[in-house]
């Protein structure tokens, strides 16, 4: 067995580690690489062995930066199966259609643009992948249930646990060659709205393992229904808007089930809610469509009250022109909109049009990278620029982040514990070097096993 780290590497997108066993080609995950443009550009686009040869693809979880890229693999001429969970392959279908949209309309408005500059016809851009790879790559999707061995090759078996990360999120245990090998995936937390907490893992030789919040712990602020409540409550009491950036799959049902809940125990007063994202409105089918996989409180609910992401104060927006009508509408209401970090989306048009309203209150739900709009709010800046033009938060700016879908440090060292048995070797992955080598130390002195960060590109031969 030679593992190859090619994702996720010293950073935290990108995920895709090439495994090989018996000389057959294998991938865990093939993530969409996001960074720079240019970087970005090439890692995607230029894949670092051919398409054709890998066997088969197991898949973590749905997220974009663990899925993202496998339509550039079948472009390529992968055709072989991509094993992952049930709900994985639901969220798949709109998640992979709606980058790909992405991926055409990006390139278009830039053709269009390169087309003005030299009207004699210069180079145009390709997109990274089209509807129609997408469409080719959501057949190979297998479904999978947790803890069912599924044969990969002929020595090669893998079984999927719950990771509690979102929805359909699995912490992979590879049985290769009388070795077991675990990746971890992306490592959720306890008491998260509607998931199911990490389940507990069995011991193994090796493991690839996420390191996030290797370097943080996160805050205990008290329970997020009542810090909700509290941020709903006053800003209603002001006949403001609460405008809330949040992704579209995962957080967006989260806070829809709080909301309700909130709503049905007259906690907060009943003011509608929108959700405005054609994304988000895919995705909570694919959501209802899985219920079997919510915690025991989420399936409670979907038993005693219904439908967990309907009610009758809530409105799903698909149309832009239905978007466009709320900025007409007078508060006190909440929008939930895309995308999370505010870079782009309709969230961009809710904030420029209620930022300088003192009764308004944007609400942050979760980890805001560094040089984004949302990271900016966070850090209060007085002026901040939407759509290049210069506006003044007068609004007030909230954060909920006990909704973060990642272990912090304490978190994966104790998910680490059952596994750390008889470790001959961890490798971390999906980090930034500080948090990387802060979780090293740590597992080094606790557990004194030895820790890899390997570079992009770097191989090992774990059991020579
Ligand atoms: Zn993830």
């Avoid at 929108?274 to 409180?297: C, G, H, I, M, W």
């Avoid at 980890?367 to 506006?391: C, D, H, S, Y």
């Avoid at 912090?408 to 930034?432: C, M, T, Y």
Wanted: with cysteine.
């Amino acid at each position: 067995m030679k593992i190859t780290f090619w994702g996720a590497a010293r950073t935290v997108t990108g995920s895709m580690h090439h495994l090989q066993v018996d000389g057959k080609n294998y991938l865990l995950d093939c993530g969409l690489y996001q960074g720079r443009r240019k970087d970005a550009e090439h890692r995607n686009r230029d894949l670092p062995f051919p398409a054709r040869s890998i066997e088969a693809v197991v898949l973590s979880h749905a997220h974009i930066d663990h899925s993202g890229n496998l339509p550039t693999l079948v472009r390529n001429g992968f055709d072989g199966p991509i094993y992952t969970t049930p709900p994985t392959v639901d969220l798949c279908q709109s998640m992979l259609r709606d980058t790909a949209h992405i991926q055409e309309s990006d390139t278009k408005f830039v053709n269009k643009r390169l087309e003005r500059r030299h009207r004699s016809g210069g180079e145009m851009v390709e997109p990274l992948y089209t509807m129609e790879d997408a469409e080719k790559t959501l057949p190979l999707l297998r479904p999978v249930k947790y803890h069912t061995p599924q044969q990969v090759g002929a020595s090669f078996s893998y079984q999927a646990y719950d990771a509690g990360h979102m929805l359909g999120s699995s912490a992979v245990v590879l049985e290769v060659e009388g070795q077991r090998l675990i990746f971890s995936g992306d490592v959720g937390r306890v008491h998260l709205p509607i998931l199911r907490d990490p389940e507990v893992m069995p011991t193994a030789d090796y493991l690839i393992m996420e390191s996030t919040y290797g370097d943080r712990l996160h805050k205990d602020e008290g329970l997020v229904a009542d810090r909700l409540a509290d941020v709903i409550n006053r800003t209603a009491a002001r006949g403001g808007k609460i405008i809330v950036p949040a992704f579209a799959v995962g957080r967006t049902q989260q806070l829809v089930l709080l909301l309700h809940e909130l709503t049905d125990r007259n906690r907060i007063p009943r003011i509608p809610l929108f959700v405005d994202s054609p994304l988000a409105v895919n995705v909570t089918d694919a959501f209802r469509k899985n219920s079997d996989y919510f915690d025991a409180e989420t399936r409670a609910y979907l038993l005693n009250n219904g439908d967990p992401f309907g009610f009758k104060m809530l409105t799903y927006i698909r149309e832009a022109a239905e978007s466009k009508k709320l900025n007409d509408l007078h508060g006190p209401f909440v929008v939930i909109s895309a995308s999370g970090m505010c870079e782009a989306g309709r969230i961009l048009h809710h904030l420029r049009n209620n930022i300088e309203d003192p009764r308004n209150t944007v609400l942050i739900t979760g980890f805001q990278a560094e040089n984004t709009l949302g990271r900016k709010l966070v850090e209060k800046w007085p002026e901040v620029n939407i759509f290049g033009e210069p506006m003044r938060v007068r609004a007030e700016v909230a954060s909920l982040l006990e909704l973060s879908g990642h272990a912090d440090q304490r978190e994966l060292i104790e998910w680490l514990a059952p596994v750390s048995p008889n470790l001959k070797k961890i490798f971390l992955v999906h980090g930034e070097p500080p948090a990387q080598q802060a979780l090293a130390k740590l597992i080094e002195e606790r557990y004194r096993i030895p820790v890899a960060i390997p570079a992009r590109g770097e191989s090992f031969n774990p059991g020579l």
